[in-house]
């Protein structure tokens, strides 16, 4: 007689399972689409800034073509369209890291660049170097693979390699790899400087552990010199792609369109070869006809595209900054991000960004990140991401007034002064 009691789905997952947790930041997605919801929460694009019309014309041409049309619905290699490749063999030339198609992969988005390296690095109870905070997709990514986290600080010094090293064997491991994003980090906004890089290098050099460096914002640069990637730093003292200990993701998710899930590792070509074979097992390839139009849009606008973004987030930037100057209560501290789309707002001690976000909600209708998301050791709560990307400069001023109103209101419950700082002005 058949048993029809249902199947535990709980008992039944490994013990990785366990770590897989909801993003905060995609739950809040949900809340973009209610109309009087004030969203500042997730890091998105502007649609509007989307090349739609070039997108059509690239699509149609493609699929009008007697060759490329049935080519770009088939399957295709793992690697990548060449062509892209090759444009972003150019890219990354121009960046000042020289290399060739053998040191590039196509994979879905930045993000499964980040979970397939976590895969082929991270054993369980392995150390991961991570910046607290740090992108909260990179530990949802790691996470799977069960290591520890331990923290680096590049521009305030971080710890000995021996002391990284004692902690990670005493905990049943060893220091597996660094991730670091150096340029307008997600959440903070933050650039590393030259410096930074440089003890950072020293650090993963002398530990013998790869770092990965997650690049999706290094276009987005609004004012200031760029800082030189990681990896093209360590080109400088290895000598040739080859050698460097580097892999350095990238997407056109931030530029172009997130839509496609197309982007990017370059590396050594041996740990591109592993990537490919991983990537044989988990999707075949990207989308072909995605990689194609990808490469059409790249090959035609992309500089213009990267303009028009810039030129559009800048101000943003800077009527949220401004905003927070009016409206945020003493005590109240934030980021001045020369590019990207975030600043991180630091609030006294006492307060709950999460909590405080319940309150925003229901309170004032808007919303924003709590920062304990993006801190792997969970402290630190005491903070707020906010975005700038999606948002008109019309409404920076209301909203930010909006959270100053929350933050005021729960600072006075916690016994700490809250006046904005506009009502102290007048």
């Given at each position: ?256 369109a997130p839509g496609f899930r197309v982007g990017w590792v370059c ?80 609030l006294p001690e006492t307060l709950d960004g999460a909590e405080l ?70």
């Amino acid at each position: 007689m058949a048993d029809d009691t249902p199947i535990d789905w709980d008992a039944s997952y490994a013990g990785r399972a366990e770590r897989m947790r909801a993003s905060e930041i995609r739950e809040l997605l949900q809340l973009i689409g209610q109309p009087d919801i004030m969203s500042f929460a997730g890091g998105i694009p502007d649609p509007e800034l989307f090349p739609t019309e070039a997108v059509r014309e690239a699509y149609s041409t493609i699929l009008a073509d007697p060759r490329n049309g049935p080519n770009s619905l088939q399957y295709s290699v793992s690697e990548g369209y060449l062509p892209l490749r090759r444009w972003i063999v150019e890219y990354m030339t121009r960046i000042g890291v020289p290399c060739d198609v053998d040191n590039i992969v196509i994979t879905s988005g930045a993000q499964q660049g980040l979970d397939y390296l976590g895969k082929l690095f991270l054993s369980s109870g392995d150390t991961a170097l991570v910046t607290a905070p740090t992108y909260f997709g990179a530990l949802q990514a790691f996470n799977p693979y069960e290591p520890r986290y331990d923290i680096i600080a590049p521009e305030k010094g971080n710890a000995t390699p021996a002391v990284y090293r004692e902690a990670a064997e005493a905990a049943g491991g060893r220091v597996a790899l660094a991730y670091v994003v150096p340029d307008f980090a997600n959440p903070t906004g933050e650039t590393l400087s030259e410096e930074a890089r440089r003890r950072l290098l020293d650090l993963v050099t002398e530990l013998g552990v790869p770092l990965i460096e997650d690049s999706a914002y290094y276009a987005l640069r609004f004012e200031g010199e760029p800082v030189a990637p990681c990896l093209a730093l360590d080109l400088q003292r290895c000598g040739h792609i080859d050698r460097s200990r580097v892999a350095y993701c990238q997407t056109f998710s931030k530029t172009i369109a997130p839509g496609f899930r197309v982007g990017w590792v370059c590396a050594a070509r041996d740990l591109i070869q592993k990537i490919v074979l991983t990537k044989q097992a988990g999707d075949l390839h990207a989308g072909t006809i995605n990689q194609m139009v990808v490469y059409e849009i790249a090959r035609t606008v992309y500089d213009d595209q990267v303009r028009k973004i810039v030129a559009t987030y800048s101000k943003r930037r800077d009527a949220m900054l401004a905003a927070l100057a009016r409206h945020m209560p003493e005590g109240v501290t934030w980021t001045t991000p020369q590019g990207g789309m975030f600043v991180w707002v630091t609030l006294p001690e006492t307060l709950d960004g999460a909590e405080l976000l319940a309150a925003a909600l229901q309170e004032e209708r808007v919303a924003f990140v709590p920062g304990g998301a993006f801190i792997c050791d969970g402290t630190r709560k005491n903070t707020i991401r906010l975005n700038y990307s999606l948002q008109p400069e019309a409404v920076y001023d209301e909203g930010m007034a909006r959270i100053g109103r929350v933050i005021a209101r729960h600072m006075a419950a916690k016994g700490t002064s809250g006046v904005p700082r506009s009502s102290r002005a007048a």
